[in-house]
């Protein structure tokens, strides 16, 4: 039996977790963190501190999560992190730290299936194409940006290699701001518009073509369910840092 904490448990994905966690076989809900929820703990600290865990399970948001993150390391529980935020030199960091204490953490942009085969189907194609840029949408009352999915993306492209821009960005004739933020080596695009959740497109181009990947979320949280319980389970037994739902898949 797994034992889960989960922080942000009355939030919308976060809530869908905890239910699941509720109603799987080999999994147990031993806690919830939420400053908006007498019924639960105030933070992960105070969480751990009272009940034994195995997992933390963090859907909270930008501001709180490394704390989160480093909360539970400390205390030698393993993290799956759901919250968007974190840049890469965060997670060079919680990867040190996991290995320190001799625990894992699983970390996603985006907890679902569609979103990993995006990276995945990105990670192809930047091997054949050499151009591409990352659009990031996102509802407009999102803080944080980019969006977690597209800072996976974006840093899992610069795995494979830098995009060619034909013009740097330091040289760009007028505002270099214009061109999106750069990202590992990807410039990114990002959207805060009424009615998106959250949609990440990668477009790709050669001499005469393009080629568009794009992933939107819908408004239910229940995409993310099935991803977050499959890196839950997988969780038990790996030291340090695992990026991305799809190294899951195979």
Same mark, same amino acid.
């Given at each position: ?142 803080? %944080? !940006?980019? /969006? ?5 993306? =974006?840093?899992? &492209?610069?795995?494979? +290699? #830098?995009?060619?821009? $034909? *013009? ?47 992933? %939107? !979320?819908? /408004? ?5 369910? =099935?991803?977050? &319980?499959?890196?839950? +389970? #997988?969780?038990?037994? $790996? *030291? ?11």
């Amino acid at each position: 039996m797994i034992r889960v904490c989960v922080a942000g448990v009355t939030g919308w994905t976060g809530s869908a977790v905890a239910d699941a966690v509720r109603a799987a076989d080999d999994l147990e809900l031993v806690a919830g963190v939420s400053r908006s929820d007498p019924a639960s703990y105030s933070s992960v600290a105070e969480a751990l501190a009272a009940v034994e865990a195995d997992v933390l399970v963090d859907y909270t948001h930008a501001a709180a999560v490394k704390a989160n993150v480093f909360a539970a390391l400390e205390r030698g529980v393993g993290v799956v992190v759901g919250s968007s935020g974190l840049t890469a030199a965060d997670y060079e960091e919680i990867d040190a730290l996991a290995r320190e204490r001799g625990v894992g953490v699983i970390a996603a942009g985006n907890f679902s299936v569609t979103a990993a085969l995006l990276l995945r189907f990105a990670t192809q194609a930047a091997r054949h194409l050499a151009t591409w840029e990352v659009i990031d949408y996102a509802s407009a009352g999102k803080p %944080d !940006a980019p /969006s977690g999915t597209a800072r996976e993306l =974006a840093e899992r &492209l610069d795995e494979v +290699r #830098a995009p060619d821009l $034909r *013009v740097p960005v330091e040289e760009t004739h007028g505002a270099r701001e214009a061109r999106g933020a750069t990202v590992g080596s990807t410039q990114v695009h990002s959207l805060r518009l009424p009615s998106f959740t959250v949609s990440t497109e990668v477009v790709f181009a050669g001499e005469g073509e393009r080629l568009s990947l794009r992933q %939107d !979320a819908g /408004s239910s949280a229940e995409p993310y369910v =099935a991803g977050t &319980l499959l890196a839950i +389970r #997988a969780l038990p037994g $790996r *030291v340090g840092l695992t990026r991305g739902l799809d190294r899951l898949l195979d």
